[in-house]
């Protein structure tokens, strides 16, 4: 049976103590209003009433990289059966802004590039807001 990454993570710091879990709070990044307000503030008027979707191609790792045609297909396999009425957004640092934009080309629906334009913890705010990531 595979084992949940944050639950392998918890495992190795079980000398520290017990985790519950179940308590909601172990789970709570503490984000500011601000930052959930930022957040807002770069969703267009549909993608605030509307399901989207959050991809980020970032890897520190160049092994990790899924290569631009995986991506290609990936996103117009979804595209195909979600973007009528779910949009798509990429996040991630400036660097990733170029290659985003060229993958956001296979979306047919509603899409934002918000490479460089968040922190680290405003993405984690629209994650919060996401329907997958």
């Known amino acids: 049976m595979d084992e949940a990454e944050y639950k392998r993570l918890g495992r190795q710091l079980k000398a520290l103590g017990e985790i519950d879990w179940s308590d909601a709070m172990n789970f709570n990044l503490g984000l500011t209003d601000q930052e959930i307000r930022s957040a807002r503030a770069n969703l267009s008027p549909h993608m605030i009433n509307n399901p989207f979707i959050v991809c980020s191609i970032g890897t520190k790792m160049a092994m990790n990289d899924w290569g631009q ?65």
Not at 87 to 115: H, P
Request: charged share 20%.
């Open 69 to 133: 045609e995986n991506w290609n297909v990936l996103l117009a396999t979804l595209s195909d059966c979600y973007s009528q009425n779910t949009g798509l957004i990429f996040i991630g640092v400036a660097d990733e802004f170029t290659r985003s934009e060229e993958l956001l080309k296979n979306w047919r629906g509603q899409s934002t590039n918000l490479c460089g334009k968040l922190n680290i913890r405003e993405s984690a705010a629209l994650l919060s807001f996401a329907q997958l990531f």
